[in-house]
């Protein structure tokens, strides 16, 4: 089972499926904590998701860089989607 997805995680399609899936769990994390908490903790924690969002977003971008030179077919993450849904 594991090394079945460890295979999974070997397509770019897939692993930037999954960073979109922790920019978009840390995003609401960060609303839901600058609707939620209150005072110093909410100020803290708003700003911690954002930052984790903003750097996921950045590896994810480097990665993508990475990607474009090899001879994969990626279409992006709307396409991998698709595919995964069918």
Known sequence: MV?????TL???GSRSLLTHAFMAGAFVG???SA???DGQLQVVSFVAFVN???GVWVCQAIHSLGNSYTDDDYQGVLR???????
């Open 52 to 54: 984790f969002t903003a």
């Open 35 to 37: 609707l939620v908490l």
């Open 3 to 7: 090394a079945n997805t460890f295979r």
């Open 80 to 86: 991998t989607i698709l595919d995964h849904g069918n």
């Open 10 to 12: 070997a397509d770019f």
């Open 30 to 32: 960060a609303l839901a």
